[in-house]
């Protein structure tokens, strides 16, 4: 039996502990602790909180004009010149795993080529599913330490009746570390969050279309929390099979008015302690006030990471974030809602959900557990 992490562990020890001593957990607690768990996991990795906002930079203010159809068009350009194809496919461990609702799977960690990098990832199947059964769930993790294999075994009990419907599809980025208990694998690469990560992730689904029998190719969802929101927002962008996001507290815009004040502040000296600022400030805009890199490389930059800019491409999509985010302000939220309402597009495909005091944990975001499962049930049983 393959272990979690000890955060993990300690979690699902209580669910178990329950069991054995033969306490009966009613139907609404259950879903409240299942709910618990992942919040537990996913505070205790949670992003940093947003720094004081300096004082504007007005030089600055080209940066975060509108972008252009032409710059659209140059983004997605970039999108279709890439090889997201899985070279070089690797299997490094293989495993019995304890999903939620008890249902029993195996977990493989496997490996393979993108960009010339080897890249790790988990793939977990429920036992027993018949080919081409099940959907496929690329679960997109936050902040950027990494991954645990055990997150998304944690993310089974959120989903109730619906644990044991899916093939899991967990993506380490690269230059990250993909746990597995005490084993640890770290994929190649220079970090390139939100960027290619999504290269990561797709090249990781292509292997699962290619190499896992029970995976039903034409039902294909992702879900992400804070960096891993926008990573399966841009999925979605960049891949048409991608039939439904789920997406809690991510960043959407890079144009807005939020990403501005992290920039302007960088700009300053002071680099906010969140995935990517400092990878985008070392690469991109040091040089860029240096006058090593131009505007509109900058720009492109910015827009590649901006799906609120795509949503044209979004095929479904639900949405989670607090109004009391202190790591990803909801007005990133808003920006890709506003784009999404200016398209026409609203219920059922496209679902807003925004909770008054909500944090960046998605325990204060009351309901979004039943939510994403009743989103969600048509995938599974879309008759």
């Known amino acids: 039996m393959i272990e979690c992490s000890c ?12 069991g054995r001593q033969g306490r009966r957990i009613p139907s609404h607690g259950r879903a409240v602790l299942r ?11 949670a992003d940093s909180p947003v720094a004081p906002v300096s004082d504007p930079a007005p030089e600055l203010g080209a940066l975060f004009t509108r972008p ?66 099940l959907p ?7 902040g950027d330490r990494g991954v645990s294999a055990g997150e998304a075994v944690i993310l089974t009990t959120l989903l ?28 190649e690469g220079e970090a390139s969050t939100w960027d290619y990560d999504v290269d990561d992730a797709l090249a990781l689904l292509n292997l699962v279309i290619a190499h896992v ?5 034409t039902r294909l969802v992702a879900l992400g929390q804070s960096r891993g929101g926008n990573v399966a927002l841009l999925m979605s962008a960049r891949d048409p099979r991608i039939d439904a996001v789920v997406e809690f507290f991510g960043p959407t815009d890079f144009f807005d008015s939020f990403v501005r004040e992290i920039i302007e502040e960088a700009a300053a000296g002071s680099v ?16 860029f006030l240096s006058g090593a890199v131009t505007i509109d490389e900058m720009r492109h930059q910015l827009l590649l990471r901006s799906s609120a800019h795509f949503a044209d491409r979004l095929r479904a999509a639900q949405v989670h974030h607090g109004t009391a985010d202190n790591v990803v302000a909801v007005s990133q939220a808003h920006s890709l809602i506003a784009e999404l309402e200016a398209l026409g597009r609203g219920p059922p495909a ?12 998605p325990f204060t975001l009351p309901g979004s557990a039943e939510r994403t499962i009743a989103y969600l049930e048509p995938v599974v049983r879309p008759d």
């Not at 496929?136 to 936050?142: D, E, F, K, R």
Request: hydrophobic share 45%.
């Open 68 to 133: 252009t159809a032409a710059e659209k068009e140059a983004v997605i350009a970039d999108w279709l010149a890439r090889d997201v194809s899985a070279q070089g496919y690797r299997e490094e461990l293989s495993g019995a795993v304890t999903l939620g609702h008890g249902v029993g799977a195996t977990l493989r960690v496997v490996s393979h080529t993108v960009t010339g990098a080897r890249h790790f990832g988990a793939i977990i199947v429920p036992d027993g599913a018949a080919a081409g059964t």
């Open 136 to 142: 496929v769930l690329v679960y997109a993790h936050g």
């Open 213 to 217: 029998p029970a995976a039903d190719t």
């Open 272 to 287: 906010r302690d969140l995935p990517g600022v400092a990878m985008l400030n070392q690469r991109y805009l040091q040089p």
């Open 35 to 45: 709910f618990s768990l992942l919040a537990t996991f996913l505070v205790s990795c």
């Open 350 to 361: 496209f679902d807003f959900h925004i909770y008054s005091g909500g944090q960046h944990d």
């Open 7 to 18: 955060v993990e562990s300690t979690a699902l020890t209580a669910v178990k502990s329950a």
């Open 160 to 187: 109730g009746n619906l644990a044991g419907s899916f093939v899991y599809v967990v993506p380490s980025f690269r230059s990250e570390t993909l746990r597995v208990g005490s084993a640890a694998w770290t994929s």
